[in-house]
């Protein structure tokens, strides 16, 4: 079970930070070309510079994405333990629609290629999805989880890592999109984007 927190020192592989998740499948070229075919793809793998399609997903994705938002914002409630400091209690997440859109997007893009990584093969950045899908402000931060079959799973997984926990805990976050998906062989993808 992997995570990753932005920013980090993640290493910043163009198509995978672990040898457990497939191969990049497409190419760049193939997905500008998807783009320009009526944007169907935009859902799993976006399109670098275009604003994504925000379709939410199956029934069960919606609760998953739910029910990590409720855990994390249990989790801020109660307080938690981070590199050895107390953190919180602070105040709940609200889901904004742009942050879910960006959240969910990378969630499928990471899915669909096969990486697992802040910054997806064409560069973007968390602030760079979250700016194409609408969201204002450049200040976001990103948890990443892969391989967990739950979303208290997940939240445990954070809080045993001092930088998601940090991330998960700051105070100064007060909006956030969830993500969910899944890709080849049932791999589960989760991503949370912290705004201001």
Same mark, same amino acid.
């Given at each position: 079970?992997?995570?990753?927190?932005?920013?980090?020192? &993640?290493?910043?592989?163009?198509?995978?930070?672990?040898?457990?998740?497939?191969?990049?499948?497409?190419?760049?070229?193939? &997905?500008?070309?998807?783009?320009l075919v009526g944007g169907i793809a935009i859902v799993a793998v976006g399109?670098?510079?275009?604003?994504?399609?925000?379709?939410?997903?199956?029934?069960?994705? =919606?609760?998953f994405e739910?029910?990590?938002l409720m855990a994390?914002?249990?989790?801020?409630?109660a307080g938690a333990m981070c590199a050895g400091q107390r953190r919180g209690p602070v105040s709940p997440l609200v889901r904004a629609?742009?942050?879910?859109?960006?959240?969910?997007?990378?969630?499928?893009?990471?899915?669909a290629r096969g990486f697992f990584d802040?910054?997806?093969?064409?560069?973007e950045k968390p602030s760079d999805r979250a700016r194409r899908a609408g969201h204002g402000d450049r200040n976001v931060s990103e948890?990443?989880?892969?391989? =967990?079959?739950?979303?208290?799973e997940v939240v445990k997984t954070w809080l045993a890592s001092p930088g998601h926990c940090l991330t998960m805990m700051d105070g100064m976050s007060h909006s956030t999109g969830v993500g969910f998906a899944t890709g080849?062989?049932?791999?589960?993808f989760w991503t949370q984007l912290y705004g201001r």
């Open positions: 079970m992997k995570a990753a927190t932005s920013p980090s020192s &993640v290493s910043r592989s163009p198509t995978t930070s672990s040898p457990d998740l497939p191969p990049a499948r497409l190419s760049a070229a193939a &997905v500008a070309i998807t783009c399109c670098r510079g275009k604003a994504p399609r925000c379709e939410p997903g199956s029934a069960a994705e =919606q609760a739910a029910e990590l994390v914002n249990r989790t801020r409630a629609a742009s942050l879910d859109c960006a959240a969910r997007g990378h969630s499928r893009d990471m899915a802040h910054e997806n093969p064409d560069g948890n990443l989880a892969w391989g =967990q079959a739950t979303p208290a080849a062989a049932g791999k589960t």
